[in-house]
């Protein structure tokens, strides 16, 4: 049995904003004519054979494992209808039926003589003859377009359930997975499996096998044109707004009208799926494109503007909905932090998906709230102090009287007075910083961006400023301004695609121009998301070697190098995640260099004629980094210092962070020998090393002992877990796994539908080789190694970056100290340089 579908690819907005939890890229295309199948008994994988538009099904197919099945999302699409009656129920039901007058005492009730001690429901709520004689012509017109709304959404999830259905078949007769199991499966064993069949079923025509690069580029084909265009500074994301300055207003609304423009609405650049119209291509119509672009804007504006009333109903009724009774329940959710919408675009690395996004994010999480705890406005601490003098006192004499006499409640408003003082006052508390705790701010700052792996290099050393804070708070904003920005984007939207955006147009065209590639079997994506270090590397994020070709030569200029490392961290995240991925000469080669430079850098504290401190190097900060994360990040610096041979050497003094306690492990938990340590092994106690830690994770950790670093013990990111901890200590009881609250321990448990990887340790980490894991063993190993590793290496990657930036900027000083005193000499009034027939100004004039 066949099924046709088709639809208009300029959804409604509303359907988008029926889930706010959820990505507006999330909701699928189905502009294509996409063939659903039920297959029949016999030839049952043939129904698959030359799928299409292989971006949606790939979409739905990762949909479909990240919401655990067919069930989960048919129930979430119906209910998402139910939801939408609800709405429109209330706001009529609330407009229309509820007595106010006699509600609030105004009047007495039609029916009776008198102001009655009780109301009953019927003396404030009108029949439905009076609440039909009460409406008007604007309610039948809500009424009506929310039916046509309803009745286009209603076919639009009977699609989407066709369309789950056959990923369900396609599951359990392709891949062999039920739903019941999803849970178990990461991603990276549903796409190896996807693999797979493409040799069986050919998926895709056009080539034998696919890649790993292959689904990820079909699945974020426009995701990754978003990052890029972010990175490279082309879409704007602030607006100036009158008496409150530059602000970021980026909003899912507002990325969804870019995505409808330039991606998947019916004048968008790209004709399909895949391919982006040939015109868009040629540099001769770059005018004539600017100018149609410009336009396409320009009424996407104006529609925005329209529907912007209604949109903002629904934002206010929503949300409404979704938080009021959190709020009521939890005021100071409104104090608490969120990644912002361009935050995850600017931290978002190409070919990363959401589920590993969201992991990254939320690792970084508590030490982002950490960092900007460590800051407290003096004005903000005293007015807060007086609110809470002011209106928690007032609060409490009231509440106090309450209780006394319940008649006081009867006082108009006396309720709504001790509610507003309660919550006013809770919000202050929460304004108020503990003035026990001592924060490092630099030192948080490196623990964010262990995780974000993306920060503004120039922060570096100024961790400490308001500057760097505030614009911080561009990527991790409160709670409260995250649900303003939302609700008021309708008309927010409107003026960023007009007045920043649609000025942008040129920029935009010369982007999808210059930055599009045609891959075979894929079609046209963003050349960023290829991550070639030859065509978009940065010279400062590569390895320098004179006596030896570590890393590609870098063959680009500024325009068409990704920003602050982004190709060159893109392709180690991936890499990492992905670990049989068959990668390009110049990307082996360049992860091969920074392999290569850490075991340089490890190898110059044992050199007996000049020996280097290790913490100098950029290895030895980065461990220093990764071991301030906790106790488990902690023991694998210490086993790769051991495996190196580096843990007793003087060179290390004061470098480690973590000076652990050693431990005897029992009979059953024996550490294993690394190579060439045994000699280093039979003068020491066994240590917690990290092979064991994996081992103990594998297992049911029941000998292993809590271990606590007494080194800034409020950076720890499982500080949480400290009480549970000192109990176990006081008994001499062992910390059971599943109450630990690190992060490592707590990301074994779960589903592994959302963990990043698979289940095993990439080869091409840094931990690979500086741990001399045989590749033979790799499977043993969890994702959370996968995690210690990309940790590592992002912050080797910034350390070498950093010291690129300090070396350039030694010879760059040294050059102006130079060229400063030769035309002085030759010519003192002579107030710029003659280098390379082109006249620069003098940078300095610091006498030397």
């Not at 800051?375 to 002011?390: Q, R």
């Not at 960023?528 to 030569?553: C, V, Y």
């Amino acid at each position: 049995m066949n099924y046709q579908a088709t639809a208009d690819r300029s959804e409604n907005p509303f359907q988008q904003l029926n889930n706010q939890d959820d990505n507006f890229e999330d909701e699928e295309d189905t502009t294509h004519n996409i063939k659903f199948t039920i297959p029949p008994n016999s030839n049952e994988k043939a129904q698959w054979n030359h799928i299409v538009d292989l971006d949606s099904f790939f979409r739905r197919i990762y949909k479909y494992h990240q919401k655990n099945g067919f069930k989960v999302i048919a129930l979430e699409e119906i209910l998402g209808l139910f939801q939408f009656i609800v709405v429109v129920v209330f706001i009529i039901f609330a407009t229309y039926c509820v007595n106010y007058p006699v509600l609030f005492k105004e009047e007495r009730p039609p029916d009776q003589k008198e102001f009655p001690v009780k109301y009953t429901i019927t003396d404030v709520i009108f029949t439905s003859e009076q609440c039909h004689a009460r409406f008007s012509l604007w309610t039948y017109a809500l009424i009506g377009v929310s039916v046509i709304f309803w009745i286009v959404r209603a076919i639009t999830v009977f699609f989407h359930i066709l369309h789950n259905y056959d990923i369900q078949c396609f599951m359990k007769v392709a891949l062999k997975i039920e739903d019941y199991e999803l849970e178990n499966y990461t991603w990276h064993e549903i796409q190896r499996r996807i693999r797979d069949a493409q040799s069986e079923i050919q998926l895709c025509v056009h080539k034998d096998n696919l890649t790993e690069l292959d689904i990820y580029h079909r699945i974020l084909r426009f995701q990754n044109y978003m990052v890029a265009m972010i990175n490279k500074n082309v879409l704007p994301s602030k607006l100036n707004i009158p008496i409150i300055g530059e602000v970021n207003v980026l909003s899912k609304l507002l990325i969804y009208n870019i995505e409808l423009i330039l991606f998947r609405g019916p004048f968008a650049c790209f004709e399909n799926n895949w391919h982006l119209k040939e015109e868009y291509k040629r540099a001769s119509k770059k005018a004539e494109l600017a100018s149609k672009l410009s336009k396409h804007i320009t009424w996407y504006a104006l529609v925005n503007l329209m529907l912007a009333p209604l949109i903002f109903l629904w934002q206010v009724l929503f949300f409404f909905f979704s938080y009021a009774p959190i709020v009521k329940k939890e005021p100071t959710i409104l104090g608490m932090r969120t990644w912002s919408q361009y935050g995850k675009l600017y931290l978002r690395h190409f070919n990363e998906l959401d589920h590993e996004l969201d992991a990254r994010l939320n690792r970084a999480y508590r030490p982002a709230v950490k960092y900007v705890n460590a800051f407290s406005s003096p004005i903000l601490t005293v007015m807060a102090k007086f609110c809470i003098f002011t209106f928690g006192g007032l609060g409490m004499f009231l509440f106090i009287l309450a209780i006394i006499d319940e008649d006081v409640i009867q006082v108009e408003h006396v309720l709504l007075i001790i509610t507003a003082f309660m919550g006013i006052t809770v919000v202050a508390h929460s304004l108020i910083p503990d003035e026990n705790l001592i924060w490092c701010p630099e030192q948080l700052m490196k623990n964010i961006l262990c995780h974000a792996h993306y920060l503004k290099p120039e922060w570096r050393g100024f961790a400490h400023t308001s500057k760097v804070l505030r614009e911080f708070e561009d990527f991790f904003q409160l709670k409260a301004f995250y649900f303003i920005n939302e609700i008021f984007s309708p008309f927010l939207t409107f003026f960023v695609l007009m007045f920043s955006v649609r000025p942008r147009s040129p920029e935009i065209i010369d982007f999808l121009r210059n930055f599009t590639v045609s891959v075979i079997g894929v079609g046209d994506v963003c050349s960023f998301a290829q991550m070639e270090i030859r065509k978009h590397g940065n010279a400062d994020w590569q390895i320098a070697n004179s006596n030896e070709d570590l890393s590609p030569t870098v063959e680009n200029n500024q325009y068409n190098q990704g920003e602050n490392g982004k190709t060159e961290l893109s392709l180690v995240h991936f890499a990492l995640t992905n670990p049989h991925w068959k990668m390009t000469t110049e990307a082996k080669q360049f992860l091969r260099g920074v392999r290569k430079h850490a075991m340089q850098d490890l190898n110059k504290t044992r050199n007996p004629m000049a020996p280097t401190n290790l913490g100098a190097t950029a290895m030895g900060q980065s461990l220093m980094s990764v071991e301030s994360l906790g106790e488990e990040y902690s023991s694998v610096v210490q086993s790769i210092l051991q495996i190196q041979n580096l843990s007793t050497s003087q060179h290390l003094m004061g470098m480690s962070m973590y000076q652990q306690p050693a431990y005897t492990a029992g009979p059953s938990h024996q550490p294993i020998t690394p190579p060439n340590t045994a000699n280093l092994q039979s003068s020491m106690a066994p240590t917690f090393d990290f092979e064991r830690m994996l081992r103990d994770n594998l297992t049911d950790g029941s000998t292993m002992t809590p271990m606590r670093s007494q080194f800034l013990p409020n950076i720890n990111e499982d500080e949480d877990s400290d009480d549970q901890q000192q109990e176990a200590a006081a008994a001499s009881q062992p910390v059971p796994p599943n109450r630990n609250a690190s992060g490592m321990h707590m990301s074994i448990r779960g589903s592994l539908s959302k963990k990043e990887g698979p289940i095993e340790m990439s080869k091409h980490g840094l931990l690979y080789s500086l741990c001399n894991i045989p590749q033979n063993e790799t499977q043993m190993f969890t994702p959370e190694l996968t995690t210690a590793d990309m940790c590592l290496s992002t912050l080797y990657l910034h350390e070498i970056h950093h010291k690129q930036q300090l070396r350039r900027g030694a010879k760059l000083e040294e050059s102006q100290r130079f060229l400063w005193q030769r035309p002085r000499q030759n010519n003192p009034q002579d107030a710029t340089l003659q280098v390379n027939n082109e006249r620069m100004p003098l940078l300095s004039s610091r006498k030397t």
